[in-house]
């Protein structure tokens, strides 16, 4: 059984045959790192960022983030990316393109064959799923909880937008991200995503608003394509110290309420009850989080 899913803020996509970004990626502050073997390799580049992003794993081992891999989705480059990467430092195998619970089934056992033949404790790296078409997304609850090392899921917007044939965008991807995310909190996992496309990196007020948007429809953290964002979305997706201060307000008063068998209680004319004293109470979890 996985521990529970941490809170990630941010999560920083690295290429991993980049020396030069990846030399840098452990003073950038993410929650998580993801070396990519993916989008940003070339085809003809896959082996060397293989080599490199092991290399690279083993460097990065120990910094304050958590490192994943971002596998690439064709099988044959699947299971050569998980044979080299699966191994002590990778918290989670970013996993692209998945169409079903089946997927996500075939993945979990080379993975743990893999841990088993490396030494590595059973069910130590986790799997975040990352959806990207129309087909997906009806299967999205069975993906959700097709395996106890899911620890998030991921709405891949570009490819989906490709495959529907619409213009990307906050509009025209806040239903399927919404429902994405709707779906991750029903299987108990972490919503990653912001409503927007993570493109557009040009205007960092704009990103920021749609990040805090974000946080406030329940989305815990996102992934990003540069540095810049990462403070953006570490401070969208951390509680202010407004709302902390409010939250420990409504816990130590319900509380006391709850000490008297009182279900509810009134803070600032206003009644607060169970649903409100969870709320809080994942605030002030959230607030621990390093910033």
């Known amino acids: 059984m996985m521990p529970p899913p941490k809170c990630w803020r941010s999560l ?116 975040i799923p990352v959806l990207e078409s129309p087909n997906a997304l009806l299967v999205a609850h069975k993906i959700a909880t097709a395996s106890v090392r899911n620890v998030g899921l991921l709405f891949g917007g570009e490819d989906f937008a490709t495959t529907c044939g619409i213009t990307p965008g906050a509009d025209t991807l806040h239903l399927p991200k919404l429902q994405v995310a709707l779906a991750a909190k029903a299987a108990g996992l972490l919503a990653l995503g912001i409503l927007d496309t993570i493109a557009n990196i040009s205007d960092p007020h704009h990103f920021g608003h749609i990040a805090n948007r974000s946080a406030r429809f329940g989305f815990d953290g996102a992934t990003c394509i540069h540095p810049a964002m990462v403070p953006i979305l570490n401070r969208a997706f951390s509680p202010s110290p407004e709302a902390i201060a409010q939250a420990q307000k409504i816990v130590d008063t319900m509380e006391q309420a709850l000490s008297k068998n009182q279900g509810t209680a009134r803070i600032d004319n206003k009644m607060i009850d169970t649903p409100v004293y969870k709320r809080a109470k994942h605030t002030l979890l959230k607030s621990t989080k390093k910033s």
């Open 12 to 127: 920083l996509y690295v290429p991993s045959n980049n020396d030069r970004f990846i030399s840098k990626a452990s003073t950038r502050h993410a929650d998580a790192l993801i070396l990519d073997l993916e989008d940003s390799i070339p085809h003809a580049e896959k082996q060397t960022a293989r080599t490199k992003c092991v290399y690279a794993i083993d460097s990065l081992t120990g910094c304050d983030s958590d490192i994943m891999v971002r596998i690439n989705a064709p099988m044959r480059l699947a299971v050569r990316d998980l044979e080299s990467i699966v191994r002590p430092g990778v918290s989670t195998v970013v996993i692209p393109k998945v169409e079903s619970a089946g997927a996500v089934h075939m993945f979990e056992a080379v993975i743990a064959e893999l841990e088993h033949d490396r030494g590595i404790p059973p069910a130590t790296i986790g799997i």
